[in-house]
């Protein structure tokens, strides 16, 4: 488990445990806008696929991800085995 922080915003960050990561945090936006923001993001198939969730309101974000670590090989359909996946180029990958 770690703490990521920086000058505006604060994260817990657990894991990763079987590639899946749990981060947990928000602060100041550093945006001057006053409204209203959320999304909820669930993901199967692709890089970093998980549940995101995210809540700003009036130049404040709370954030919650977890998310699978691994990148996904779309060619066959599934994440890349440990030791597959080829050196990054950009993408994609293929």
Excluded at 55 to 81: A, P, Q, S
Aim: hydrophobic residues 30%.
């Amino acid at each position: 488990m770690r703490l990521i922080r920086s000058r505006l915003t604060t994260y817990l960050v657990a894991g990763p445990f079987r590639h899946k990561s749990l981060e947990v945090g928000g602060g100041k936006t550093g945006s001057k806008d006053e409204g209203f923001d959320w999304n909820l993001r669930l993901r199967t198939k692709g890089d970093h696929a998980g549940l995101q969730f995210f809540v700003e309101l009036k130049g404040y974000l709370f954030e919650i991800n977890l998310t699978d670590g691994r990148h996904w090989n779309w060619k066959e359909n599934r994440f890349y085995r440990d030791g597959e996946e080829p050196p990054f180029e950009g993408y994609p990958h293929e």
